[in-house]
């Protein structure tokens, strides 16, 4: 007979799915806000997006006590810089500072899939993926978590962003208007609950531009 052994791991996956899309004078960052482990639903209404700063907004995916972790450092060394240079973080910046913190933590990883998005200096929208350690790249749109899977092509088929190799570099915004990048946000996220488990309940939209910040919310299925 073999002998059966108790693993423990030190992570969780919470499921749950982000998006977001920049565009010429505004990004929209959304997630889901059902939290679950394995079969189980542990809230309906946990929301995954951290504003950052004034114009950057962050949402995550995977493991949440490790991405709150990961909020309360970023917080922490955002108002150390607030203190030092007495004004807020760009995009840009906030962008590298997530990178080096994720890369800090290499052999012992944050599980957190992150996607960041805002508005860089010239008030253009910007959005920045990463994976658990840090590598990430400026696009047009992403998409992380449970539901990505679903998500990703859906964007590709809708928005096709140019190849990074094209030179000289294209520019990564994609060419929808606000509200429709919101629609279509709304689309992707209805299709995926319709498969994936772990997304569903409610979607938080959040979207940055000139006037600031605002947040919306659509109804999802709830089982």
């Known amino acids: ?8 791991s030190p992570y969780d996956n919470s499921g749950g799915s982000c998006v977001a899309i920049a ?3 505004y990004c929209v960052i959304a997630a889901d806000t059902r939290m679950s482990t394995g079969y189980n639903i542990l809230t309906r209404e946990y929301s995954k ?6 114009k950057c907004v962050m949402a995550s995916s995977g493991f949440q006590a490790d ?3 990961l909020q309360k450092q970023l917080a922490a060394r955002h108002l150390i810089y607030q203190h030092q240079h007495n004004k807020q973080m760009s995009c840009p910046a906030m962008a590298q500072l997530l990178s080096n913190t994720l890369y800090y933590k290499r052999f012992f990883p944050y599980y957190s899939f992150n996607v960041l998005g805002g508005l860089d200096n010239e008030g253009k ?3 920045f993926t990463y994976d658990a ?3 990430y790249e400026k696009v047009g749109y992403s998409s992380q978590g449970s539901g990505s899977t679903l998500i990703t092509p859906f964007l590709d088929n809708q928005l ?7 030179l000289p570099a294209q520019d990564a915004v994609t060419p929808l208007g606000e509200a429709e990048a919101i629609d279509l946000i709304k689309t992707v996220f209805a299709s995926a609950s319709e498969r994936d488990i772990y997304t569903g309940d409610k979607i938080e939209i959040v979207v940055v531009n000139a006037d600031g910040i605002r947040r919306e919310y659509m109804e999802l299925r709830k089982d």
């Open 1 to 8: 007979m073999t002998k059966q052994q108790a693993n423990w």
């Open 23 to 25: 565009g010429a004078d």
């Open 49 to 54: 997006i951290c504003k950052l700063a004034d």
């Open 160 to 166: 096709k962003s140019p190849s990074p190799l094209l």
């Open 67 to 69: 991405v709150k972790a």
């Open 133 to 135: 350690v840090g590598s």
């Open 125 to 127: 929208g910007c959005v």
